[in-house]
C-alpha cells in the first residue's frame, strides 16, 4: 500500500497560487459578461436618450402675426376661440364642435388647436441631443442655410402632454394616451386569464399530479415546448379562435353594443392571455417546488387534508415566488408586438378603448407605425413612446419586488 506523502512547502504555494489566479480568471470573466451587459443596456437607452430631446428647426405656414397683434402664448380662451371661428372654415369648425364643444375646451386645447390647425407647424430639421449639447453653433449656422425662415427650439418630446394626448397625424401633437389605455386592457385582461388558470395547472401538476402518470408528462414537456414558441404563432391562434370562430363573443355583437369584426381589446388580451400562460404555469411551478416538503409534512401530521394543505400552507409560502413570476410574464405581454399585429390592432385611432369591445392599439404597435414614417420628428416621438414604455415595464418590475418582499416577510 502506497504510503501518503504532504507536498514539498514550495510545491504547495505554487498549488495555492495557481488556484488563486484561475478564481481570478473566471472571476474576471463572469465580471465582464456583467460588464458587457450593463455598457449593452446604457447604450441601448442612450440611443433612445438621444432622439427624444434636440433641437428643432420648424416653419409656420401662416404668420402668427396675422392673427392676433399679441404673442398667441397670451391670448385668452376667449381670443383663441374667435380666432378659431374666423379663420376655420364652417365644416371644419362644426365638425370640432361635435366631437367635442369648443366652449368646454380649455385653453391648453385651443392654443393646440389654432397651431395645428390654422398656423400649421410644419417640422423642417431635428437634431440629436448629444449634437444639440455639443455643437449649437454649428446646428444654427445649418439652420440659417437651409431654412432662413425657421425657427430654432429645443425640445423635450417626453413631456407630460405627451401622455395625456392621444394620436395624431402630426407628431408635434401626437401622444400616447390612446396607446396606453390599449396596452394597459390588454395586459389586465390577460392577467385574468392567466393568472388563475396558470397558477391552478401548476397546483395540479405538482401536487396532485403523479409524477409517472405519463398523461401529466405529456402535458408538462408540452408546456415547456410551449413557452419557447415564437409570439407569432399565438397572433395566428387569437386571429383563427378569438377573431373568427368566437366573433359573436370578442366582437360584443351578442350583447349588441359594438360594430367592430372581432378585431378588439377583447381578443388581443385573450391571445395575449394565452400567449403567457405556459411562463405563469412553469414559475407557478417553481414556486411550489421550493415550498420545503416539510410543509406538507406538518400539515398532514395535524390532519389536514391535501386541499387544505395547498390552501393553507403551500400557495401562502409560494405566493411571492408566483406574483414575481406572473408580474414579470405579464411585462413580456405589454412588450410584444406580432400578436397584436395579427389580431388587428389599429395603426391610427384617436378615441380611448371604453369597453373590452372596442379597436384599440397599444404602445408597441404606436412606436411601429412612428418608427415606420420617414420624417424625423416621428422618430423623436418613437423614441418618447419607447421611454413611456420601458417605465411602464419598471414599474411592473418594481411592483413584483415590492409585493415579493411584503408577502415574504408576513410568511
Known sequence: ?????????????????WRYRKAWVWEMVFFSAL?????????????????????VAYEYKKDPAQLSEKPLEELTQEELLAILQSNLSRGAYNKLNNEKPMETRSRDELFNLVVERILQIKTRQTYTLWRSLTDR????????ELYPDAKLEFRAWLTPRFLVTPQSSRAEFAGV?????GSLWIVAIAMLVSMPTGVGA?????????????????????????????SIVYGMLGLAIF???????TSGAMFGVTDSNGRTVLSAGLT?????????????????????????????GVGATRWQMVWHHVLPAALPGILTGSILAMSRAIGETAPLIIVGASTFITFDPNSPFTKFTALPIQIYQWTSRAQGEFHAIAAAGILVLAGILLMLNATAIILRNRFQRRW
Do not use: C, H, W
Request: glycine share 4%; proline share 4%; no cysteine.
Open 1 to 17: 500500500m502506497a504510503r501518503f506523502s504532504y507536498p514539498e512547502q514550495n510545491d504547495l504555494e505554487r498549488f495555492i497560487a
Open 35 to 55: 460588464l458587457i451587459a450593463i455598457i449593452s443596456l446604457s447604450a441601448l437607452f442612450l440611443s433612445v436618450i438621444d432622439d427624444a430631446f434636440g433641437y
Open 272 to 300: 395575449m392571455g394565452i400567449l403567457v400562460l405556459p411562463l405563469v404555469i412553469i414559475n407557478a411551478q417553481e414556486a411550489i417546488k421550493a415550498v420545503p416538503d416539510s410543509i406538507r409534512q406538518a400539515a398532514y
Open 202 to 230: 401548476a397546483v395540479y401538476l405538482q401536487e396532485y399530479a403523479s409524477k409517472t402518470n405519463i398523461v401529466a408528462r405529456i402535458i408538462q414537456t408540452n408546456i415547456n415546448n410551449l413557452a419557447g414558441v415564437p
Open 137 to 144: 453653433a454649428g446646428i444654427e449656422a445649418e439652420v440659417k
Open 243 to 249: 377573431v373568427r370562430t368566437f366573433e359573436p363573443l
Open 177 to 181: 394616451r390612446t396607446a396606453i389605455f
